[in-house]
């Protein structure tokens, strides 16, 4: 049973609890994601063959779904309205918009942000390389913070705040919500989410799952300090998503190929993944949470 907001922060307690802590590990964050060695490891020709694996076979249907669920209501409203926050090197949200158009669909925006200008400027040459260039004004990067999507993303989409609350159709993060639990802001950003999302859209949440034993930095706890390893757990994540007014749709552990895996590693898990599935879903490697927001 997913528990309330207060007590899925609980497993923080002792760790980041005065505001310094807080501006401290938001610099430490903002210090790795702004280096230039980790825009490497999040934009598509270079984040290796595990990541290229997962988006097609295992997030890309969740994607695809949902899109079809929200077809009849996008073409209504005039095209979709997509937003990845934390985007990162923006794959997922390229993605969406390359199966958009494959399907001739209407888009209306793409929407990526990031607290990281080195990222934004990732995704804005991977848009270049990877979308039509009729389809690259629908697109666009912008740098933002995940706790405070609804009072910059309409500035920065320079629009007015009632036109941008309560239009998207699809809101996803990927590897990102973590960092809003360690950083005390996961409440604020549930509920930004929800505010952002038209009434019967999605949001979609994957991140590391707490239960997965090999990531690397469980492996190097030596070296990185237990508030910058913390990871909520699944019931934790889908707890703040319900008490903001979502609808949980669905909430599982899921997904065994590591998004640095290498041909070999994917070739394996890819064959092993429906039984791994089976026999130990509480180890896979990412946690899942789809959210619906009521009619």
């Not at 990845?84 to 997922?92: L, P, R, S, T, V």
């Not at 969406?96 to 158009?101: G, P």
């Not at 934004?120 to 040459?125: K, L, R, S």
């Not at 703040?240 to 290498?262: I, M, Y």
Request: charged share 20%.
């Amino acid at each position: 049973m997913p528990v309330s907001a207060p007590n899925a922060i609980q497993g923080l307690a002792g760790l980041v609890s005065e505001p310094n802590e807080v501006f401290m590990l938001t610099n430490v964050y903002l210090e790795e994601y702004e280096s230039q060695q980790a825009v490497p490891k999040y934009v598509s020709r270079t984040a290796g063959a595990g990541i290229a694996y997962v988006l097609e076979n295992v997030y890309g249907p969740i994607y695809a779904d949902l899109l079809d669920k929200m077809s009849d209501q996008a073409a209504q409203d005039g095209g979709f309205r997509v937003l990845e926050y934390g985007c990162g090197g923006g794959m997922n949200l390229l993605w969406i918009v390359r199966h958009v158009v494959q399907k001739g669909q209407p888009l209306a925006l793409g929407c990526g942000t990031d607290f990281s200008s080195k990222m934004v400027a990732a995704c804005e040459q991977e848009a270049r390389e990877a979308l039509h260039p009729r389809d690259l004004d629908k697109v666009c990067f912008r740098q933002i913070a995940n706790e405070n999507l609804v009072r910059e993303l309409p500035k920065a989409l320079k629009r007015e705040t009632r036109e941008v609350l309560g239009s998207f159709h699809l809101i996803l993060g990927v590897n990102t919500f973590r960092y809003c639990f360690r950083l005390g802001n996961e409440t604020e950003s549930a509920r930004g989410i929800y505010s952002l999302l038209r009434p019967g859209g999605y949001t979609v949440m994957i991140e590391m799952n707490h239960n997965f034993p090999l990531f690397r930095s469980r492996l190097r706890r030596d070296s990185v300090p237990k508030e910058q390893r913390y990871l909520p757990t699944l019931e934790q994540y889908a707890g703040v998503f319900r008490d903001a007014g979502f609808e949980l749709q669905t909430v599982k552990n899921f997904c065994w190929v590591p998004h640095s895996a290498t041909p070999a590693i994917v070739t394996l898990l890819g064959v092993a993944s429906p039984l791994l599935q089976t026999l130990l879903p509480r180890f896979a490697t990412r946690s899942l949470v789809i959210a619906r927001k009521p009619q």
